[in-house]
């Protein structure tokens, strides 16, 4: 989704296959990982590749905190 400042606005959702996940633990965190405190970065630095899909749906409220849950669960129960 393209902001009205012509930015993209991150969405995080991300999926995994099992496999992957058996072997992440196995995977060295990389340098910048741990400055940027960005866990993707390992993925990448590992030489997997991330999809990424463009929305064109304005996305909802982000659901980061307890409270922003409990905001997101009154949605769903109205």
Do not use: C
């Amino acid at each position: 989704m393209i902001g009205k400042e012509g930015f993209y606005k991150h969405i995080g959702i991300y999926a995994y296959r099992a496999k992957f996940l058996k072997n992440y633990k196995d995977i060295l965190q990389a340098e910048l990982e741990d400055i940027e405190k960005l866990e993707q970065l390992r993925i990448l630095y590992a030489g997997y590749k991330i999809g990424v899909v463009a929305s064109v749906d304005n996305p909802m409220i982000g659901v980061d905190t307890p409270e922003d849950l409990e905001k997101v669960r009154k949605l769903f129960s109205n």
